[in-house]
């Protein structure tokens, strides 16, 4: 599988001016092959570079980042099709789909930019990298990372890597690749995750992460915008610059440690993980004006992306399963009312009078969908009876009576064959009604 390591560039003045530029030429560079591909219909890559790739040349661009330029451009529409044939902007004649067709794709002037290892190298002992750049090769550029991450690079680094340029500073995002684990492919069972904003993620096994702490991070620092943002000096406009994203790390930081609990308690004891599948809830679900920003601002993605692929490090299985009714699903008796939810907090069932708390009664009925989806789609390893062996007693047995219906004025007339012979049975018989 792969993973992304992240590592900040620690370069002198003339080098980050160098890095600074370099992105703004390719990225305007990017913007110009945009250009030419939403006039000539979008072609493929190899036809794109034919009409591309000489001028790209003159603008000072080496060969291997023009190369890059073209593809990243290719694939940028490439991505804009398959969200637009996926519904994420709207349906056709919609004011956002209209408006992302009708005019070409923009790049941002610290947009990433891929580097291949012909650009870019790597000495990792020493901590430096050696980058392509538009005023010549740099070489000596120190980076700073984390020891595990270092050991991620040195071991598992393989292809291309991207240059960002972000609040000021530079950061080389690694691809590694990363051995997968076998699948567990007889889990124990199935652990199901109910996923909200009061409750992070619950599971059925009784453990709770509770939202109430990120939920207030969240509100102090909308507060804390607002406020900055209203007073608008430049002091003001600095620490705001200063704190931005910072909500953005804090949540992400909290889902690695939800999903690394979920998925280290699924390894241990050999169970799968049973995840709602929640596409699309926030175009099928609306809110009132007060709870908009509570609901975008739940990442819900993230923490099911997080589970995913720390999932497949460990060879856990992760299922999907509708979330239909499981909020309104007793987990005991399995029946479905509305009235079963009380509250947010707390759910009685009104057939058995089971009370639980409305999260984990969600988390279990989750994971007996998810056993069930798990056990409909694997492979039967029952033994196929030989053909040879039905044949052979086929021979032996006589041939057995056999019935044959259709409908009869609305009813059903059985007709029984026996010995080549047939007597019916119907109205009129003598025999009585069928």
Known sequence: MKLVEQVKLLPEAEQAAALRSTLLAVNEAACWVSGVAFERGVPREYE???????????????????????????????????????????????????????????????????????????????????????????KGVRFACSPDALTMLREHR?????????????????????PEKPLNENPAAFIGVDLGIANIATTSTGYRAAGRGLNRHRKRQLDLRR?????????????????????????????????????????????????????????????????????????????????EYKAKRAGVPVVHVDPAYTSQQCSLCHHIDRKNRVDQATFACRSCGTVLHADVNASRNIARKGETAWTAGRESRVPATPQVAQTEEATRQPAAPYLHAWPLRGRVKLTRRISGCSRS??????????
């Not at 393989?158 to 990363?178: H, I, M, N, P, Q």
């Not at 009129?428 to 009604?433: C, D, L």
Request: aromatic content about 6%; proline content about 2%.
């Open 425 to 434: 049975r119907g109205r009129g018989s003598g025999r009585g009604r069928t």
């Open 158 to 178: 393989k292809g291309e890597s991207d240059l960002v340029e972000r609040d000021g500073a530079f950061y080389l995002l690694a691809t590694c690749e990363v």
């Open 227 to 307: 406020k900055l943002q209203t007073k608008g000096t430049k002091s003001a406009k600095r620490l705001l610059k200063k704190r931005s994203r910072k909500e953005a790390r804090h949540s992400a930081n909290v889902n690695h440690i939800v999903a690394k609990q979920i998925v280290t308690t699924a390894e241990r004891t050999g169970c799968g993980i049973a995840l709602e599948d929640l596409t699309g809830i926030r175009s099928r679900v609306r809110h009132r004006k007060d709870q908009r920003t509570t609901v975008h601002s739940w990442s819900y993605h993230q923490l099911v992306t997080f589970l």
């Open 48 to 138: 794109l570079r034919k009409h591309t790739y000489t001028e790209l040349k003159a603008r000072g661009l080496g060969a291997q980042a023009a190369q890059h330029v073209i593809k990243k451009t290719r694939d940028a529409y490439t991505t804009l099709k398959a969200h637009i044939r996926a519904g994420h902007l709207g349906k056709p004649g919609s004011k956002r789909r209209v408006k992302a067709e009708s005019k070409p794709i923009r790049f941002r002037p610290e947009a990433a930019q891929p580097y291949d290892d012909r650009c870019l190298s790597w000495q990792l002992d020493q901590r430096t990298v050696s980058i392509w750049t538009t005023a010549g090769r740099l």
